[in-house]
Nanobody
Framework: QVQLVDSGGGLVQAGGSLRLSCAAS????????MAWYRQAPGKQREFVSV???????NYAGFVKGRFTISRDNAKNAVYLQMNSLKPEDTSVYYC????????????????WGQGTQVTVSS
């Protein structure tokens, strides 16, 4: 069984910073891409950033230059450093990971964290 736990959200003023963390645990053989998504009230969940197993990254246009994604493969963890936060960044942030649980199977599942609330006040 695979579990993702994300944390690090909170209340911050506009222009401030937060660092989100997400750690995967359980039956894990390998982790491919790890990503962050967000969902604001009344809106669909949207892509924020992704980091591949080789460290290559991609960002949504609305966070480029402000957010930085990183990962620690030894800890099965992914991070999102968020700077210059804006009120429109207020959302629940979810981590996502493509994980192969077992060496004996090629199955790769998509797993989600429970979400962490980020609120940016103006």
């Amino acid at each position: 069984q695979v579990q993702l736990v994300d944390s690090g959200g909170g209340l911050v003023q506009a222009g401030g910073s937060l660092r989100l963390s997400c750690a995967a645990s359980g039956s894990i053989f390998s982790i491919n891409a790890m990503a962050w998504y967000r969902q604001a009230p009344g809106k669909q969940r949207e892509f924020v950033s992704v980091i591949a197993s080789d460290g290559s990254t991609n960002y949504a246009g609305f966070v480029k230059g402000r957010f930085t994604i990183s990962r620690d493969n030894a800890k099965n963890a992914v991070y999102l450093q968020m700077n210059s936060l804006k009120p429109e960044d207020t959302s629940v942030y979810y981590c996502n990971a493509a994980i192969q649980p077992s060496r004996s199977s090629d199955y790769v599942g998509s797993y989600w964290g429970q979400g962490t609330q980020v609120t940016v006040s103006s």
